[in-house]
């Protein structure tokens, strides 16, 4: 909290007064980072290689957001967000429908599919510890990461 404080210029107690504690300063700035993806990420079911490419430019664009939601997703006692969980729940209704009407494979239920394409899609950010060996300067090394994640997703989702 006083990295915090000196960093915004203010005393660390307007800072507990604003938001009560570290779990709600901590839910809030995840909560408004999120709420910008959503924005920014556009979602179709009938295209989920190119979400997942879009997904993958932003997760190595933006490696502290990363790491935030790592630690969200690490410390569940967190205060859920809203957001993320209507933001879920409306892509596994997409890609239902999408299924129903054989846009979509129906080898796996929508949400291990979008569980799937997400994990794909951030695999090789600093919050894993599976991909994050990457070389991020290496651009021929992104590229070729991410046409690959795009065509994983298309082999398990293309009806």
Same mark, same amino acid.
């Given at each position: 909290?006083?990295?915090?404080?000196?960093?915004?210029?203010?005393?660390?107690?307007?800072?507990?007064?604003?938001?009560?504690?570290?779990?709600?300063?901590?839910?809030?700035?995840?909560?408004?980072?999120?709420?910008?993806?959503?924005?920014?990420?556009?979602?179709?079911?009938?295209?989920?290689?190119?979400?997942?490419?879009?997904?993958?430019?932003?997760?190595?664009?933006?490696?502290?957001?990363?790491?935030?939601?790592?630690? #969200?997703?690490?410390?569940?006692?967190?205060?859920? %967000? &809203? *957001?993320?969980?209507?933001?879920?729940? =409306?892509? /596994? @209704?997409?890609?239902?429908?999408?299924?129903?009407?054989?846009?979509?494979?129906?080898?796996?239920?929508?949400?291990?599919?979008?569980?799937?394409?997400?994990?794909?899609?951030?695999?090789?950010?600093?919050?894993?510890?599976?991909?994050? #060996?990457?070389?991020?300067?290496?651009?021929?090394? %992104? &590229? *070729?990461?991410?046409?690959?994640?795009? =065509?994983? /997703? @298309?082999?398990?989702?293309?009806?």
């Amino acid at each position: 909290m006083d990295r915090i404080a000196k960093a915004a210029g203010c005393n660390k107690n307007l800072i507990y007064v604003y938001f009560e504690n570290k779990e709600t300063l901590f839910a809030t700035v995840l909560q408004q980072n999120l709420l910008c993806v959503y924005a920014d990420l556009t979602f179709t079911a009938d295209d989920l290689p190119g979400y997942a490419t879009r997904v993958f430019d932003f997760a190595i664009a933006y490696p502290d957001l990363m790491r935030l939601m790592a630690w #969200s997703n690490l410390e569940r006692n967190t205060h859920t %967000l &809203a *957001e993320r969980v209507v933001s879920h729940d =409306d892509k /596994v @209704a997409e890609m239902t429908k999408a299924q129903n009407a054989a846009q979509l494979a129906t080898t796996f239920p929508p949400s291990f599919l979008l569980t799937a394409v997400m994990t794909l899609a951030t695999a090789w950010t600093a919050a894993s510890p599976f991909g994050a #060996s990457l070389d991020p300067d290496s651009v021929k090394g %992104l &590229a *070729e990461l991410r046409q690959r994640v795009a =065509d994983a /997703v @298309a082999l398990f989702s293309k009806p």
